[in-house]
């Protein structure tokens, strides 16, 4: 039976995949770090197939999920083949069924009694002169006044003043100092297209990621861009480095020159004062990159194959690499995006050189109608859009439900959602995810606080609470 059973096994290991889809694009990042931030949200990714693609990929899934059946024949192996093999598991109903009937018999803890028998939502009722709860991502979240409220030095010491009516909220200041919030926040730069399109960049990046992980992303992304333009022509380079610093200087970005952009982009150094993406930088990398049956893809630069550039990685390593492949001398090495975000980054491109969306428009528009135009663009949806709104227009009045941090310690500091049954705090704050119900919560709460119309600097407030582990509130 042991011999059968090797033999078995032989077989599957010589088999060829069947049907891969897609290529994972998982950075390879060291872990996160105290201090930072765990910015993460949905976005919605132009369809429902494509939100799946992406999540997959992130998460080191290939997405393969199809059955091969005896007699069918083979497909053409792809040329970008999926990394991961891990097979995607079904269940076993029977062990289920068992589970299921040890559960009833109270044989089960009470997470996985939960887990097998979820709870249904009740029906949201509206009690006598009540509002009708929204749907989770209701536009009606998003602020409707015009002219829309924006975070000036002005503004935020009035929101220090209004917030500190809240006695959580007063101690939560007095402890990091409107000083701090001032820095953060920073003054208003004007809306321009480049200053919109490395916010748009950089919000499909962080998009169910860790802080960490969109970092080595956008730094691989940043070398990448970087070869791309040094294999250029001399004088189209010059050209292109000129007019990006010509942008950079209208965004209100400190710029040492052309060739201290371009070394920015080959170290890596995509959080630096001086360096934006634009659309005409991350162009020639895509126009490398390969069409397969006449379709732009991003292969092999923005995703497939990579190489570990994370905090604790030696960047130059990655450098080498990136130029060998560019020379058709070495490895492919990419940036490590998944397939879907890869086309997502495409798209954006073609968006912004088309004039689809402008951030001076959006710059007078409310609140309300600047996420509208944000959520047109493929791969941005309601988290990526509010925090463009926050960070971009730095607008007064938003709130990013989705943000895990911002949510988690709403729930901790408020006991907004802690459920009495949870069997340990970290299970209660976990059971507080992103629904409609418990974004209403949110809504309620900031009704009654008067957090309105401040509550952008709320957020920046958890922020706070999160990086300096301000646990004696």
Not at 119 to 132: E, H, T, Y
Not at 185 to 194: D, E, L, S, V
Not at 388 to 406: C, E, K, P, S, W
Request: proline share 4%; hydrophobic share 40%; glycine share 8%.
């Amino acid at each position: 039976e042991e011999e059968e059973e090797e033999e078995e096994e032989e077989e599957e290991e010589e088999a060829p995949a069947k049907r891969a889809r897609g290529v994972g694009g998982k950075a390879v990042a060291s872990g996160g770090g105290v201090g930072q931030r765990a910015r993460r949200g949905g976005a919605k990714k132009g369809s429902a197939d494509e939100q799946a693609s992406a999540a997959e990929a992130d998460d080191g899934s290939d997405g393969s999920d199809e059955d091969y059946e005896e007699g069918e024949e083979e497909e053409e192996a792809p040329k970008y083949a999926p990394r991961n093999k891990v097979k995607v598991n079904k269940g076993d109903p029977l062990a289920i069924a068992q589970a299921k009937a040890l559960a009833k018999e109270g044989k089960a803890s009470l997470a996985v009694r939960r887990w097998l028998f979820p709870p249904k939502a009740p029906r949201a009722q509206v009690a006598a002169g009540g509002k009708k709860p929204l749907a989770k991502d209701s536009p009606l979240r998003f602020d409707d006044t015009t002219p829309p409220l924006v975070l000036t030095r002005e503004v935020i010491h009035k929101a220090v003043v209004h917030l500190s009516k809240d006695p959580k909220l007063a101690a939560l200041i007095a402890r990091v100092g409107a000083a701090a919030l001032e820095n953060e926040i920073g003054t208003p730069r004007p809306p321009t297209q480049a200053r919109l399109f490395d916010k748009c960049v950089r919000a499909i990046t962080f998009t169910m990621v860790s802080v960490d992980a969109g970092n080595a992303f956008l730094r691989r992304l940043a070398m990448k861009v970087g070869v791309a333009i040094e294999r250029m022509g001399a004088d189209d380079r010059a050209s292109l480095l000129d007019r990006t610093v010509r942008e950079l200087i209208d965004s209100g970005e400190d710029t040492n020159g052309a060739d201290n952009l371009h070394k920015l982009m080959l170290t890596g150094k995509h959080n630096t004062s001086g360096f934006l993406f634009t659309p005409e930088l991350v162009a020639p990398l895509i126009a490398s990159c390969e069409k397969i049956k006449g379709k732009q893809t991003g292969y092999p630069h923005l995703c497939g194959d990579s190489f570990p550039c994370g905090k604790n990685d030696d960047h130059e390593l990655f450098l080498q690499k990136a130029r060998a492949h560019a020379a058709g001398e070495g490895e492919p090495v990419s940036a490590a995006y998944s397939r879907a975000k890869a086309d997502f980054l495409i798209s954006l491109v073609a968006d912004f050189k088309s004039g689809k969306i402008s951030g001076a428009k959006m710059a007078a528009a409310s609140d309300r109608e600047a996420a509208r135009m944000l959520e047109s663009l493929k791969g941005i949806g309601n988290w990526s859009a509010g925090g463009v709104l926050m960070h971009f227009l730095q607008r007064a009045n938003v709130m990013l439900y989705g943000d895990l941090t911002i949510r988690n310690y709403l729930n901790d500091l408020y006991e907004i959602g802690h459920l009495e049954e949870s069997e340990t705090l970290l299970q209660s704050q976990a059971d507080f995810d992103d629904t409609a119900k418990n974004r209403n919560l949110i809504d309620a709460l900031a009704e009654a606080k008067g957090w309105h119309p401040y509550r952008s600097v709320v957020c920046y407030l958890m922020y706070h609470l999160q990086e300096e582990n301000l646990v004696l509130l």
